[in-house]
Nanobody, 118 residues
Framework: QVQFVESGGGLAQPGGSLRLSCAASRTILSIYTMGWYRQASGKQRELVAQ???????NYADSVKGRFTISRDNAKNTVYLQMDTLKVEDTAVYYC????????????WGQGTQVTVSS
C-alpha cells in the first residue's frame, strides 16, 4: 500500500497563487501516471491535472493555462503550482496514481484544503 500526504493548501485571494505538494510513502512516481484531483463541497471528485511517467501533462479545461503539475521522482513528490486562482478553485485537493481518469490505484489521503476568497 502507498500513502499520500498532501500539503500547501490555505487561503488565497482571487488572482493569487498556491503551490501544493504530495509526498508518496513509496517510490512509485516513475511507475505510474500521477494526478491531482479536487472535490468541492457537494460535488464529485474531479481530475484536474496529470503527469505521465515520461513527463507528458494534461489538464482539465477549467485549469488549463493556470495550473502546472510537476514531479520530483527522487523526492517521491508531485507538485501543483496554481496561479491566477479563482473562487471556483475552492476545494479539497488530493493526489493519487491513475489507473484511468476515474479510477486510482490507492486509497485517498487527507487532502489539502484550498480556499479562494476575497
Amino acid at each position: 500500500q502507498v500513502q499520500f500526504v498532501e500539503s500547501g493548501g490555505g487561503l488565497a485571494q482571487p488572482g493569487g497563487s498556491l503551490r501544493l505538494s504530495c509526498a508518496a510513502s513509496r517510490t512509485i512516481l516513475s511507475i505510474y501516471t500521477m494526478g491531482w484531483y479536487r472535490q468541492a463541497s457537494g460535488k464529485q471528485r474531479e481530475l484536474v491535472a496529470q503527469i505521465g511517467t515520461g513527463g507528458s501533462t494534461n489538464y482539465a479545461d477549467s485549469v488549463k493555462g493556470r495550473f502546472t503539475i510537476s514531479r520530483d521522482n527522487a523526492k517521491n513528490t508531485v507538485y501543483l503550482q496554481m496561479d491566477t486562482l479563482k473562487v471556483e478553485d475552492t476545494a479539497v485537493y488530493y493526489c493519487n496514481a491513475l489507473m484511468s481518469p476515474t479510477l486510482v490505484y490507492y486509497s485517498w489521503g487527507q487532502g489539502t484544503q484550498v480556499t479562494v476568497s476575497s
